[in-house]
């Protein structure tokens, strides 16, 4: 049963929170009065800070020293104290419009993103491309019975290659163009790989195009499916938990296991944001936390974008930037 909080508990754990993710310091109650409530006697604060203490929220490192957040603390301040205000998006706005010029480069820059926005190791990883919907199959006629294959979903040209024509007829590629559209036009690329077309003997003329067609599929999918991409990892080394060894290697260890990452971006059901949070979660993210964001390109969901950073991490500034992000990027093509 979760611990029932009087109202100035909250107040007291959310000054407390608030204060360490600034300063990195043991919070006193005169840091707490001075800054946060001033109408409380020390004595009071001191007294509340005690009870939380016991009630497994806070750790006291020294016995002279000042409180800090423990794991059970950061996420009673995640789930209680962190409001989802309306966003601003044009800062935002602003930012990808002058580095990036459509959804495709902003999307396989979303690590970079995010790292750069919020200062934290940010990571990325594509998923679901079993979602994405073909528009379109093109053969562009090229020279000495060449064709460039171009494969369009409604997340753009994800897909060319340049192939030999088994024709030279002037009508074939007319003919392929024609037959490659009806054929896969509307189809997700699960349906496409789980359901090859079956073609009519009339149609074996056009059995290398479509054999090239499904190859290319099964590369994309194969390169995209579970894709991570870690971007800014030195970045902790500006906070000040990287004066203790120990944060630092365990830190680098979990960044270096790219199927541990995975399995920690994992959101399971309906969840849009996880927030995994220290010791609470094990799989060694001791005295660190990672937050992770499901995106959409037009409604459809292709990936998570993420950061993972010391357990002190500026929560709402990283929750801010998820948020802002996963709107634009759903709405870069509208």
């Known amino acids: 049963m979760e611990d029932k909080l009087t109202d100035r508990k909250k107040k007291v754990l959310q000054a407390l929170v608030d204060s360490y993710i600034s300063s990195v310091e043991p919070i006193s109650s005169s840091n707490i009065q001075k800054k946060y409530l001033p109408d409380v006697s020390t004595a009071t604060i001191r007294s509340e800070l005690s009870h939380l203490e016991e009630m497994g929220y806070l750790i006291q490192p020294h016995v002279s020293a000042g409180r800090v957040p423990s794991s ?6 995640v789930d209680n104290f962190i409001i989802d205000d ?51 199959v093109k053969l562009l006629n090229m020279y000495d019975g060449t064709a460039l294959v171009l494969i369009i979903t409604d997340n753009g040209v994800i897909k060319d290659k340049e192939i030999k024509l088994p024709s030279g007829e002037d009508d074939y590629i007319d003919s392929a163009n024609s037959l490659l559209g009806k054929c ?21 003329a056009f059995k290398q195009i479509f054999e090239d067609v499904f190859d290319l599929l099964g ?56 927030i995994k949070i220290g010791a609470e979660e094990g799989a060694g993210l001791d005295n660190m936390a990672l ?43 509208d």
């Not at 930012?95 to 690590?111: F, M, P, Q, T």
């Not at 896969?184 to 074996?204: H, N």
């Not at 459809?300 to 991490?313: A, D, S, W, Y």
Request: a neutral charge; hydrophobic letters at 35%.
């Open 72 to 77: 059970k603390a950061y996420r009673y301040y």
């Open 86 to 136: 309306e966003i601003d998006l044009d800062s935002m706005k602003d930012y990808l419009a002058r580095k990036y010029d459509n959804v495709a480069e902003l999307v396989k820059n979303g690590a970079k993103i995010v790292s750069d926005a919020t200062n934290y190791t940010s990571l990325l990883m594509i998923s679901n491309s079993d979602t994405l919907t073909i528009k379109d």
């Open 184 to 204: 896969f036009a509307g189809r997700t690329l699960s349906q496409i790989l789980c359901t090859p077309v079956d073609l009519d003997c009339e149609l074996k």
């Open 219 to 274: 590369e994309y999918k194969k390169s995209r499916e579970g894709q991570l991409v870690v971007e800014g990892a030195d970045k902790i080394f500006d906070y000040p938990e990287s004066k203790n060894y120990d944060n630092v290697k365990n830190f680098m260890t979990i960044v270096g296991k790219k199927d541990k990452l995975k399995e920690l971006m994992l959101n399971d059901g309906n969840i849009e944001f996880s």
């Open 291 to 333: 937050i992770s964001a499901k995106y959409h390109i037009k409604g459809k969901e292709v990936g998570q974008l993420g950061v993972i950073g010391p357990e002190r991490m500026d929560y709402k500034k990283v929750l801010t930037v998820l948020k802002q992000l996963s709107k634009l990027i759903d709405k870069l093509d």
